[in-house]
Nanobody, 129 residues
Framework: QVQLVESGGGLAQADGSLRLSCAAS????????MGWFRQSPGKAREFVAA????????FYAGSVKGRFTISRDNDKVAVHLQMDNLTPQDTAVYYC??????????????????????WGQGTQVTVSS
């Protein structure tokens, strides 16, 4: 069992910055990918950013490209999301996700929720105008 714990959410002003972190604990594993998704009230969960663990290739939603940066630690299973130039439209609960890449999970697009088998509890990000 893998647990993901997010930190770093909170309140920011428009054009400000926040940094989210997500650390994995529990059983030892090397993920196939880790990502961030977000969900606003009344909306479906949407892809924000992902990182393919071994290649370090990164993927971004169009709405955050150029403003958000996903990165990983070298010595533990953890990812970070640096969010700059925030806008009120970025307000949402942000979820960290990890995929072990087992079974068919790695056949799904990394931007989809389907590859991910572990999810964090979510952290609230609120951006005021």
């Amino acid at each position: 069992q893998v647990q993901l714990v997010e930190s770093g959410g909170g309140l920011a002003q428009a054009d400000g910055s926040l940094r989210l972190s997500c650390a994995a604990s529990g059983r030892t594993f090397t993920p196939w990918a880790m990502g961030w998704f977000r969900q606003s009230p009344g909306k479906a969960r949407e892809f924000v950013a992902a990182l393919a663990w071994n290649s370090r290739n990164t993927f971004y939603a169009g709405s955050v490209k150029g403003r958000f940066t996903i990165s990983r630690d070298n010595d533990k299973v953890a990812v970070h999301l640096q969010m700059d130039n925030l806008t009120p439209q970025d307000t949402a609960v942000y979820y960290c996700a990890a995929s072990a890449g087992t079974g068919y999970s790695a056949t799904y697009p990394i931007q989809s929720t389907r590859p991910y088998d572990s999810w964090g509890q979510g952290t609230q990000v609120t951006v005021s105008s």
